[in-house]
């Protein structure tokens, strides 16, 4: 599953929006994970060719990021700028889905699905083209209603307000602006009125951003601090070769030699592994015992952790069992049944009152 969005949102880049942070900068159109706000690809906005405005710029956008994913049946997700009737047929034709905002003046949409006139309150209309699908749905009293278009007819999740559809659509948008979040507070961005400049440190920001997300993904930290320690390690090994090469000049001060000679011999150490065995290295540390040992003698697993838990970071860890039978989420209100536990409280659990992550458990505690 990806998310396009057409702005990459660190501050220099994004052009004004409402409730964004930048107004001016470079635009970058970018294709992120939904699971883990990965960027897969992302292509630079050069403006106008030959003078004039280009036509379908959002379809062929799309078709570009999107280029080295296709005919492998993926989904994508894309705001209204994006998303038209064309290019659903198109992408359908080389075996990916689409899931999408439509904006209400496209001439081929029936004036019932943009007016709200004489419909009630959660009133739901749709209608089928082919392989393409588009909702209507009007929520609350909302002067507007929403209108999705999608290939993907496999959104099951029920609701008592909204539709399959727009619940998939609300889960799956956010991806790019994820990203954004967490890249806004710690960029390499300086002000400079150099535009290459300011490409070569958003590009460096997206390394720092995917890098981080790998981190996350492979190591499955429990701290919630994730995000700043990957950081602080990454900017120690880079540092780390010229602190060695300035500690070996004579005319530093005795105190600066001492302290730079601290910092190699404390990431020497750092970057130190314990040997599990003769012929590997650890790398993980198991979830239960959090005893280090390698791949051999473990297996990264998934685990569900509830909100609760993840609030207050529980150490009780519990393997994941099958429920046969289903019981109501105990966390919120709605009137939802699961087979879902959390790994650490044992409590049923359903959709946002969770989530997903990996974890390495050793062969011992998994027995």
């Given amino acids: 599953m990806f998310a396009l969005d057409g702005l990459s949102g660190h501050v220099p880049f994004r052009v004004y929006m409402k409730s964004k942070p930048g107004k001016y900068g470079v635009k970058f159109w970018c294709c992120s994970c939904v699971d883990c706000q990965y960027i897969s690809n992302f292509q630079i906005y050069t403006g106008k060719k030959g003078g004039t405005p280009e036509k379908g710029q959002g379809k062929r956008v799309v078709l570009d990021l999107l280029q080295p994913f296709l005919n492998s049946w993926r989904e994508v997700t894309t705001d209204n700028f994006f998303t038209s009737r064309e290019l659903a047929e198109d992408l359908w034709k080389q075996k990916t889905l689409i899931t999408g905002t439509l904006r209400q003046n496209k001439p081929d949409l029936p004036a019932e699905f943009v007016s709200v006139k004489g419909r009630e309150q959660n009133s739901v209309l749709v209608g089928y083209n082919n392989h393409c699908a588009v909702t209507s749905f009007v929520e609350g009293k909302k002067s507007k209603p929403v209108v999705v278009l999608t290939t993907n007819h496999e959104a099951t999740e029920k609701s008592s307000n909204k539709p399959a559809i727009v619940i998939h659509y609300n889960k799956t948008k956010g991806a790019v602006d994820t990203g954004d979040f967490v890249t806004r507070n710690t960029n390499c961005s300086r002000k400079t009125r150099v535009w290459s400049k300011k490409v ?35 900017c120690n090994e880079l540092i780390q070769e010229n602190v060695v090469i300035r500690s070996e000049n004579r005319y530093i001060g005795s105190n600066m030699k001492k302290s730079l000679k601290d910092f190699s011999s404390q990431m020497a150490v750092y970057n130190k592994r314990d040997k599990c065995c003769s012929s590997s290295k650890s790398l993980r540390k198991c979830v239960k015992c959090k005893q280090k040992l390698c791949l051999k003698r473990g297996k990264v697993i998934k685990i569900i952790i509830c909100v609760n838990c993840r609030r207050r970071h529980s150490q009780t860890f519990r393997v994941q069992t099958v429920n046969l039978k289903r019981k109501r989420c105990e966390l919120c209100k709605r009137d939802r049944k699961t087979m879902t536990t959390c790994s650490y409280c044992a409590v049923f659990v359903y959709g946002n009152c969770s989530r997903t992550t990996q974890a390495f458990i050793c062969h011992k505690c998994k027995a």
């Fill in 200 to 234: 070569m440190m958003e590009i460096i920001n997206i390394a720092c951003l995917n890098g981080s997300c790998v981190y996350r993904k492979v190591f499955a930290p429990e701290n919630h601090l994730w995000r700043s320690e990957f950081l602080k390690r990454l």
